[in-house]
């Protein structure tokens, strides 16, 4: 059985804005006091040794109620025992990943378009359609058993600073059109603040990503709670 | 069992030599017309699922008695069936690589002066000794019992233009030296050409690892075969 996650608060961590490695430890504890949902670790630019060292010291210190999630790497998610691994559309793809982090781990995807969301059915479809057919050899019982994408990240909802290839945005309207197709929960990205959270939340959402919303901030906790609030005022 | 390797000339694939993927495949094929013994697929700039596909690629045309090698991946490696990873000192450690890929798969570690030798001995000591004490909880049954590191590529033996943060130069003398105590096969790599490679065997190491001798050569499979023959020649 596949655990449950919360997607509510999404935090997206940036050792820049963070200030390096301590300084994203030290943010997602204080966010996590802020009640933040989900901590993902991304350091695009960062070798692998030194993301496994940060993942297996949040690892250390969050509360195992908090899923930590690493972006790109299906092997440091394996190695240090993460919840799950986030992937974009050039990156390993979500069954490989699945291969790596097993049946229970989570694996999210990122959606830029209405193109990339109907592949994702399209995959999931096929793929479902293929379970039934348990005789087929050659396929590895994990990705024959397990649905590739547990749950997707649509953005940017708003332009962002934060990703330096990022999509051309999506929109308030492009959010809630692609959510009526997901076929799974999605957390929306890309330039939430707590000035618009509000807006995001009432596309009926599963959650809302943050970064600068919440790294860049001197009180990570109160940043949290803050964003967290624009949705409970409805 | 693990599976045996003959490391004595190990092609290290370059994007930008090649020209590109479909280049990298068609150097690959010819070199191994001219018997090479090892093909590594390295594309550090590249998104992992290019890296994966031209993998695929490799993977569905090479004969299967060539291994192919996936430079710093190692959930590509695993995703793939590639025979095996390797890792800089940077990258994801040799255990935790071992971890994904599994105990039949080669694991290569790059080695440029007796201190990362030292830790690797050290490293291999603590950890087979750890392994008599089968009742240690919580231990991977993989770490536990297959060697993290497989063979160690020494270098750069000679100036490089085709790594961008090579190490310190070893030389011939430090090559001799290094492989006094390495304690597993040992391949050399970092400018070895047609010119020189013959004193490189005659250091006694496993083999030579070569980029821009084969990647750069309007003929791969006679620049393959023109390196072998300085071997053959003592």
């Not at 009432?202 to 906790?221: L, M, Q, Y």
Request: contains cysteine; hydrophobic residues 45%; charged residues 25%.
């Amino acid at each position: 059985m596949k655990k449950t996650f919360d997607l509510s608060l999404y935090l997206v961590l940036d050792p820049d804005l963070c200030g390096g490695a301590e300084g994203m430890v030290s943010t997602t504890l204080a966010a996590i006091q802020g009640d933040v949902t989900v901590v993902q670790l991304r350091a695009p630019t960062w070798k692998k040794r030194a993301v496994a060292e940060c993942a297996r010291e949040l690892l250390r210190l969050m509360p195992a109620s908090v899923p930590l999630i690493i972006n790109d790497h299906a092997d440091v998610a394996r190695a240090v025992g993460a919840a799950g691994v986030h992937v974009g559309q050039k990156d390993l793809s979500p069954e490989d990943c699945r291969l790596i982090v097993g049946p229970d781990a989570v694996v999210g995807l990122s959606i830029s378009n209405i193109d990339e969301l109907s592949r994702l059915i399209v995959d999931e479809r096929s793929r479902l359609s293929s379970d039934d057919d348990v005789s087929r050899p050659g396929v590895d019982d994990v990705s024959r058993f397990s649905p590739a994408v547990d749950y997707i990240g649509i953005g940017p909802v708003f332009p962002t600073g934060t990703k330096k290839d990022a999509a051309p945005v999506v929109g308030l309207e492009g959010l809630r059109t692609l959510l009526k197709t997901a076929p799974v929960p999605a957390v929306a990205i890309g330039g939430i603040s707590e000035v618009n959270a509000r807006s995001v939340y009432e596309t009926g959402v599963s959650g809302i990503a943050v970064v600068s919303a919440i790294c860049g901030k001197s009180d990570p906790e109160a940043a949290a709670r803050s964003l967290l609030a624009t949705r409970s005022s409805f």
